[in-house]
């Protein structure tokens, strides 16, 4: 998979990037991740990227220009059109089945703005898709495209190892995932529930089940509507 990210913080990118399982994915060849820094297409002597909005409002707004020239720049360094999402608020709000919809194409091209928002021509003229990380205020879009290509990444066929691979079904089943206990049996007095000392796998697997659903029930009920 190709990842292309337009921004104005590429350095941003390079902690989250890389470590762990991004880190190694790349390393790997499962995916390329691609900087290009709107800045770079910016106007005029400072750069300029972006502009107070027409009708006034407080805030500034990304301009058409370094957008669309920054996605020319990128577009042309891979042949796939792949699928193109500006990082906002006000777009579709992330989830499980998202992640699982991008992890299938074969680029996609991110686009993280500051400020108060985009020119709204910069969705029309790229066709883009409008995607949010959820129903809170970031500083920018950085965050949430680097939320996008963590959990995207750890899908791709290879990304991860035989130890992690089976995390991934916990959230998947649909219900919060059940405690989990390791060595010591007896930390300053708190204890390992006993069923899981027993070795009886049919108890133990009953006992999960119904602690994932008791943890589903009280904090995200609105999950089980969805089973
Ligand atoms: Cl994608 N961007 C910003 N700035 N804030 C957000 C977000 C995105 N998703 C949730 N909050």
Redesign the pocket.
Known sequence: MRIDVLTLFPEMFEGPLGYSIPKRAQDKGIVEIALTNIRDFGVGNYNKVDDAPYGGGPGMVMACGPVFDSYEHAAKQHPAKGRVI????A?R??DQKLMRELSSEERLILI???YEGFDERIQEGLDAE????????????????M?VIDGVVRLLDGALGHEDSALDESFSGGLLEYPQYTRPEDYHGMTVPEVLLGGNHALIEQWRRQQALERTRSLRPDLLEEL
């Open positions: 500006m990082m906002t608020p777009g709000k992330l993280a703005g500051r409008m995607v949010s990380i959820g129903d809170y205020v970031l500083s920018g879009g950085e965050l949430a495209a939320v």
